[in-house]
Structure formats: structure tokens, C-alpha cells
């Protein structure tokens, strides 16, 4: 049978109290899975923006004016979208200065109908001129794709060697492409001629339809690194914005805006654990300052059996620091278990791509989170038990007769 | 000598008027007595007690147990000196309501570092010895008010103090609770422990080898 020792007569006290101490318990745990969940959320949302700009490898998006929100929302969340462009700016904007490579891409929104496998973002690609999705393939591809053929994002189910459907048309899957914490990851890419052939088939373009080749969607340009961005766009601006009805997205002014929106985000995340911690605190310093005179009786007796003031103080913030370490753990769980199911579905529905952090980079999240949620316990209690080791010992024994 | 009282005594404010609830007793007592301190109530009995248990630290005086005195140890100290050397059974009830009876027995000797040992065979033998064993699980809810005194004496000897305190053993307890209880005493006094106790009532005085009497802090004839 076990000694009955200062240390589990804390455990033994918290025990006694079942309710009191779930209530402590649930109040810490809304600190550390607030702390925690929002961190790691963050996190995976500044993973996967941050890199965003060295992944999609272009500097410049050129889209049909309008189409700026469209563009985005295909990029971050692979919303599907279609919107077009005349295709003979691909040639002009590879003359001005400052330009390294340009590369055009034609976006077909499929249907979740009959016609399709399912609703995603077609895309069609120039094998020869791309630099965007290349770099992402899993194995590089043998041969060029043939216009039978698709590359298919990390998160479409379907495997290498399969078949899908667009728009009646069969295809064969080729390869499958690396996680982008992208919208790519739900696109599907295909040969420019592919894509047009569906264009034609969807009846995706009115009027023009003998010209259909003729369109693209986007056109992707990196910038030569002698080169700022904006002095690429300051020359293509005057010439072209307004015969051709275009605009322009600088990656890095999208991520800006992401960084801006992800900053409010943080601003929320961590006010909400502040005050989760200062509640902590306040709640177990006023239940503990309003149990003092019910626990006086019993620290006298353990005084009186030989129990030191120190070992009295340590007694009472074990007891805390055990509430505090339960609620921490709790919280942590808790909030890793939603954010590891829910974490792609979150970040879906807020329209930002996220990458998971690294088991390492958790693991020291919850510890942080951890050691935080420990201070609250011994802070919040010091002031009851030193006070309540001060009183005159015997006299408290006989006050409770 | 095992514990020898010099000068003791504590003075306290009452309102602006200083008053000694101690003053200046000395006694001693040897490794075979069983003295008992009579008194009325506010005869300073238990302060003098709380003096002697290093609970309460005088105005005046010193307390030396075993050639210690308790007053020059800090309180880690003086706390390990309790634990080991005296058995306190306070006034009245005074287990912790959480633990069984074999954990208030046990409850004390954890309180101070010993090395590989274990007080569970001893504090079974003291509820044999008691015949009470039945009460061995049991919670103080669950028990009356002289099984609970007796399992405070048991847990006052779980240590084998050399002096044993006892602040009013027989309070609030019936005439066969009481014979009882003194019965046990009387025992451990036999076994070889000095006893010290506090009380106003002669039939629980009779007990003792000694009378001491006490009246407004100090020790009368």
C-alpha cells in the first residue's frame, strides 16, 4: 500500500473535489487548446503562404480586368473558375524588358454532372514554355503529355494510370503532382490543346468559337532578378491594359494581403488566449482565496503531525500545478486531434493554403503551450498558500470545533 | 531528562492591554511520566502545550526535549523534530475526512524523509493492539467520536514519539468512550512513552503520576 505523502495528498485533495477541480480543469483547458490550436493553425496557414511565391515561380499574373479575385481563389483554394484572354499578348509581353519567362495557362471550371468525375479546376498548360508546374510533378514525365493525358493535383484521389472524365472526354492520368498547399493540389492539367478541345465541348466561349485558340486565361511571367516586378508592369500597363481589358497580380502583393489578413488573425488568436490566461488566473486565485478558512483546519492538523511551512506551500501549488498540467494536456490533445482532422477543412473554408508544421515544430508548440499553462496554477495560488501557512496553528485547529 | 520547561513564558495583546497566557512556569519531565496540567478553561493549558510542541514560540523561556531546544531549530527543523519525537493528539476530531483510518494512522510518518521503510505492518499492529482493526478502511464519516480519538492517538504513535501530547483526550466523549480511551493511554504510558496531557477533568487526571494546576497562566500547588 502506497505512503501517504505530501505529494498525493495534493492529488488526494484534488480528488476530494471532483467538481471544483473539472470546472479549474475545463477553464485552463480553454487557455491551452485556444493557445495551442490557434498557433498551430497559423502556423500551417504561414507555411503555407509564405512559400506560396517560390512555388507558383512567377512574379506577374496577367488576367482579364475583373479577374483578379478569380485568379486568387483558383491559386489559394482551386475554386474552379473560367475567364479568358486574347493569347497573342504571350508574344509581346516576352519583349519587354526585364522579362525572364512567360508561360500561359487556360482555366476550365468542370461540372459535378454526368459530363465530369468530378467539379475541379481544369487547367491547360504549355508543355514548353511552363515553368509553373513542372517543378511539381512526383516523377518527371517520359514523353511530353499528349492531349489524352492529364497531371493530376496531390489531393485528387484518382491514381497514375486511371481514367477520368471532363466533358465526355476520357483521360488517361500520366503523373500526379507534389503537395502545394495550393489550389493546384485540386486542379487538373492537361495539354493547351486538350483544354481547348474541351473549351469547344463546354461551349465555354460564345460568339469567337472558330478562334477559340486563340484564348488563354492567365499568362504567367517571371521577372528577371535584375528586375523589380513593378517596373515590368510600369511598361506593360500604358501598352496593353487597355487595348487587351487586362490587369495585373504581383504574387507579392497577394501575399501581403494574405499576410495582413493572417496578422489580424494572429492579433485574435492571441488576445483570446490572453484573456483565457488572465481568467485562469483570476478564477483559481478567488477559488482558492475562497477556500482558505475551509482549508485552514486541515493545514493546521498537518502542521501539528510535522508538516513544515514549506512543505505546506509546496503541497498547495502541487495542487494547482497538477490542475494546471491536466487542463494544459487536455487542451493540447484536444486542440491537436481537431486541428490534425479539421486542419485542410479550416483552412478550405477561410480560402488560404496551409501546410501542415513538422511532428518537431508541434511538439515544441505544445510544450510551449505546456510550460505557459503550468505558470498559471503556482501563480494564482502563491498568495493563498503562503497565507495560508501564516496563521497561529493550534488556534485555527480549535476555531473549527 | 526528556523535557524540561524553563521560564516559559507568552505574552498577548488584548486590545491595548498586555497579558501573560503563559508566565514564567517551569517543570520537567522524565522518559517514564504520565503528568497531567489541570485547569479551568483560559488557564493557559494549551497555550502551554502549543509552547512545548514548538508550535507556538514564547516571549520568554525555553523548551528542551531530549537536550534540544525546540526554539533555536528553524521550522523545517523543529517540524522534524515534532514528527519524530512527539505524538500531538489535538482537541477533539482532527483526522483529514479523505483518508481512512490506516491513512490518518500512516499520515504522519510520511510527513518527515525516512529511507526504506514502510509504516503499514506497524500501523496495523497498533489497530490490533487498539481492537480496531475493523476500522481500517473505514473514513471518519463513518465513524463515531471515540473511534476517531482513538485512531488520533494511534496516529500520534505511528512515529514512536518519545513524548506523547494529548490536549483534552476525553472531550465531548461518553463515560465508556472515555475509560476507553484512557485505557489505551494508560497503555502506552506502560509501553515505555512519557505522556503529557491537558485536561479539567480529575477522573481523567487520576490517570496520571503527576498533577500539575494551572490557573491564569501559571502553575499553583
Redesign the interface.
Known sequence: ?Q????AN?AW??I??RPFRSCCLIIIIMLFSATLFGGSVLMKNLSLGISGMANRLGADIMVVPYGYEKNLEVALLRGEPSSFYLKADLIDRIKVIKGVEAVSPQLFIASLSAGCCTSKVQLIGFDQQSDFVIKPWLQTQLSQPLTDQQVVVGSKITSNVGDEIKFFNHSFKIAAKMDSTGMGFDTSVFMTIPAAQSLMKAANLIEGDTDHFVNYVSSIFVKVDPDYQPKDVVNQMMPKYAIDYNIDFVMTKGMLSNISKWLNGFSTIVYSLSAIFWLLAIIVIFVIFSSSLNERKR?IS???????????LVKMLLRESLIISALGGIVGVVIAGVLIYAFSLLICQSIGLPCVNISITDGLIYALLVFLLTLIIGPLSSIYSALSLTKF???QT??EG? | MLLEVKNLRKDYKRATQQFSAVNNISFSMDQNDFISIMGKSGSGKTTLLNMIAGLLTPTQGKVTINGTNLFELDDKQVSAFRNQYLGYIPQGSSLLPNLTALENIRLPFSLTKRENQSSLNYALQLLEKAQISYLKDAYPANMSGGEMRRIAILRALICQPQLVIADEPTSDLDEESSAQIMALLTDIHQQGTALLIVTHDNDVASYSQRRLKMSSGRLID
Open positions: 500500500m505512503e501517504i505523502t505530501i495528498l488526494r485533495n480528488q476530494r486541515e492538523l498537518l502542521r501539528i503531525l510535522g508538516a513544515s511551512r514549506s512543505d497561529d496553528t493550534y485547529l480549535r470545533e
